[in-house]
């Protein structure tokens, strides 16, 4: 009786032990189905939005419409509502470059929404957007822009796809925006900046996917801009540790050189946004940025974290508070005070007042640090440069006219320290004009030398953000040489480049 009973008690364990096990079976089966699943509509969109029968989806062009037409079908099949009372945003962008003809066909976002739930929090809204449009084709060849952007299109399909999923989940709103004419000159951001009206200051983030289809080559998941989000890149480690992603999180977009759609809606002013990108390795705006060269089991993963990224928030499982920090590049105003390091190159002569002989040419290069204080339109600037300057070596035991046409030269360093009043033409810097005057230290001078030199100069300028270019011209006062030389002084010309912190 006892053995029986022992027998019946072990299959029942064994019976519990295959179900068990069956049941885990079939969840990964399930997952790794609807993973695969997903894969392969990545590759469909992805495929279809890079052929060449859009001929490079150029804003404006029947490709752009073409490619338009397809991810709006998608938005109202996946069942994502109109923002307002349209699904389609058209738009004139304000400047046409030279090259693009807008004329052609309509120029459009499209932006739909997923309502959150709670009666406080669905008047919040998180953005997430990508543009559609490419550079179309040139000198006879179409750039299809696979990574740059069918790539974040592709990935923005099938993330509604899953937030959709969630709809019930939601506490905030989530705003899907496809834009258009990005590669203009982000006119599609633009518009839906200026068309959201005051309800662009419910975005609670902005999170912009941009080229997103290289991630094995870059091996880790590139996001800008987390410290303007209080929290964020605690957030973000712990979905990219639970999901296996590595991550490279910057705290600002610091290139002055490009940009991607969070500009317009970092212009706001404290409106925390987000770039997202998988690297610069793909050759984007070539022929050769075409659907066979993704990664789409990469692209398949970043849907996947970005979709998780985004649940927390709008569940309001993780904090979504602005933290108040701005990027230098999207600030609209000048701050108090900036320092950093300042570098350039130019030309130097030696000048005679009381001659009609000019000085020969020399080369001159300079480092330093380049210090500002700015106060509305105005800056006072303070720098801090070694300089060495290739200068005529003047031979003493000669005539003066042996002094003015020796031409051999030597090497002058110095320490010179330019002190400029500036004023800004535009609030962030863009252009500037500035004067001031100049003290230098001579360095490797003889009795012959003075080693103190006082100047005056000019100087005009940009800047992009953290990065400011000028060009200066110094003129001496004082004579190189002592009273029984000629009268001798310098003018240098030079550009400097400046990064400020």
Request: contains cysteine; neutral net charge.
């Amino acid at each position: 009786m006892i053995f029986s009973y022992v027998v019946i008690m072990r299959q029942k364990r064994i019976l519990v032990f295959i179900a068990i096990a069956a049941l885990m079976a079939t969840v990964c089966a399930g997952s790794a189905n609807a993973q695969q699943g997903r894969q392969q509509r990545l590759r469909q969109h992805l495929y279809l939005l890079a052929s060449d029968s859009l001929q490079g989806r150029l804003a404006g062009s029947v490709g752009g419409a073409k490619a338009r037409q397809y991810i709006l079908n998608q938005y109202q099949a996946i069942g994502l509502q109109p923002y307002g009372d349209s699904c389609l945003y058209p738009f004139r962008p304000r400047l046409s470059p030279i090259g693009y003809d807008f004329d052609t066909g309509m120029i459009s976002n499209i932006i739909m929404m997923i309502p959150g739930n709670d009666p406080v929090l669905k008047d919040e809204y998180i953005v997430l957007g990508a543009h559609y449009d490419h550079i179309g084709v040139k000198n006879g060849q179409v750039h299809n822009g696979a990574d740059d952007n069918a790539s974040g299109s592709t990935a923005l399909i099938e993330i509604a796809r899953e937030l959709y999923a969630h709809r019930n989940e939601l506490k905030r709103s989530i705003i899907i925006a496809a834009f258009d004419s990005e590669e203009q000159g982000l006119y599609g951001s633009k518009d839906m900046v200026r068309m959201m009206g005051d309800d662009i200051h419910k975005v609670k983030v902005m999170m912009s996917i941009d080229m997103v289809g290289w991630l094995s080559a870059n091996n880790a998941l590139v996001i800008e801009g987390v410290a303007t989000l209080d929290g964020a890149d605690r957030t973000m480690r712990q979905i990219a540790d639970d999901q296996g992603m590595t991550l490279k999180l910057k705290r600002f977009e610091t290139s002055a050189l490009t940009a991607t759609d969070t500009e317009p809606f970092a212009s706001i002013g404290q409106l925390p946004t987000l770039a997202v990108t998988s690297g610069l390795k793909s050759p984007y705006h070539k022929p050769e940025d075409d659907a066979d060269l993704i990664d789409y089991e990469g692209l398949d993963r970043i849907c996947g974290f970005l979709t998780e990224l985004t649940l927390q928030w709008a569940t309001d499982r993780a904090p979504l508070k602005a933290s108040g920090k701005v990027a230098p590049k999207h600030r609209d105003h000048l701050p108090m005070f900036e320092i950093g390091p300042a570098a350039g190159f130019g030309t130097a002569s030696l000048r005679y007042p009381n001659s009609s002989l000019k000085g020969r040419l020399g080369l001159e290069c300079h480092a330093g640090l380049d210090a500002r204080f700015n106060r509305g339109s105005f800056t006072l600037q303070c720098q801090a440069l070694f300089n060495a300057a290739m200068m005529p070596n003047v031979d003493l035991s000669g005539t003066a006219a042996d002094v003015l046409n020796h031409s051999d030269g030597e090497t002058q360093t110095s320490l010179l320290i330019p002190v400029s009043a500036i004023w800004n033409a535009t609030p962030e810097g863009f252009f500037y004009l500035g004067a001031g005057f100049n003290y230098r230290r001579l360095l490797n001078h003889t009795e012959t030398y003075n080693a103190n030199l006082w100047g005056v100069h000019w100087t005009i300028g940009s800047r992009t953000g953290r990065i400011s270019w000028s060009y200066t011209m110094l003129y001496q006062l004082d004579s190189y040489f002592d009273d029984t030389m000629p009268r001798t002084t310098s003018l240098q010309r030079w550009i400097t480049v400046s990064f400020l912190l």
